[in-house]
């Protein structure tokens, strides 16, 4: 078991099922109400403090429809100069306190005029341009196996129960698939035009590590991306760091009341 895992299970009374990361922009998760415990990731050694803006690191605990619920509020990238592997950690940290199922958020650019700002893509599978593997080195058999399969890795049958949830919560959800790269530029319109050609819907800069780290380890996995602006080439607006948070947070309530009616309705 990780020093942080030690740490969080000393200070929370009930050990969370449920575990949420919020991308880009999203940093309103719980209610004030809801909140149990607050822990800064400078408390947790196996966490990284995130360097980049509208990535507040801290690890929050809380109730959801009377679910024990941990929520990372931002993460940190490869962009950011950390070794792929130091990924890891925090992801085995919430399978160390009891999680089951991992909901990872993002934000991301669309590869398709039909997908505009604002929509929410619940992703099916990635592709990973990134270049990187958090799971290269020695391989710790006590969290999975030396090669594990990633046919489920985006889990079928939690994306049915969310589709009816999205249904039900009049919140329109498309499917797509992702593709990382490492930034931190943003991708040359060539790029986009090469992803496209893969059958790519969006792409970002995160999640594809969380999700290989969590499918190794037994985690179920939803990841959803909330689109903040077209791919290069497909609009002739400038790219922009601050373009994604604005988009990101105008999107914000839509996709929180998606998770916690999902997390609700979970049996």
């Known amino acids: 078991m990780l020093k942080s895992s030690k740490i969080i299970l000393k200070k929370i009374k009930n050990k969370p099922e449920i575990a949420v990361i919020l991308g880009s922009g999203l940093s309103n998760f719980f209610n004030s109400s809801e909140i149990k415990e607050n822990i800064p990731y400078s408390k947790l050694p196996d966490f990284i403090k995130p360097t980049v803006k509208g990535h507040s690191g801290n690890l929050v605990t809380g109730i959801i429809g009377k679910k024990n619920v941990i929520c990372m509020y931002g993460r940190s990238h490869i962009y950011e100069g950390n070794n792929p592997q130091d990924l890891k950690a925090p992801i085995r940290v919430l399978k160390d306190i009891g999680c089951k199922i991992l909901i990872i958020t993002n934000a991301a650019g669309s590869l ?10 619940l992703i099916k599978d ?7 593997n958090p799971l290269i080195g020695p391989n710790d058999e006590n969290y999975g196996p030396r090669f594990n399969d990633m046919s489920n890795a985006y889990n079928l ?37 090469a992803l496209k050609i893969l059958g790519c819907d969006v792409v970002g800069m995160s999640t594809v590590p969380e999700v290989i780290i969590a499918n190794h380890c037994g985690i179920k996995t939803l990841a959803i991306s ?3 602006n077209y791919a290069a080439g497909l609009s002739k607006k400038k790219l922009s760091h601050k373009e994604t948070l604005s988009e990101a947070k105008k999107a914000e309530k839509d996709i929180i009341k998606l998770i916690k009616n999902f997390i609700i309705d979970y049996k």
């Open 112 to 121: 398709n005029k039909k997908i505009k700002s604002g929509s929410l893509i």
């Open 157 to 193: 049958q939690l994306r049915k129960k969310i589709q009816k949830v999205g249904k039900k919560s009049k919140i329109k959800l498309n499917e797509g698939i992702y593709a990382m790269y490492s930034g931190p530029n943003f991708e040359t319109p060539a790029e986009i035009n």
């Open 226 to 228: 909330v689109v903040t």
């Open 126 to 132: 990635h592709i990973n341009w990134s270049g990187f």
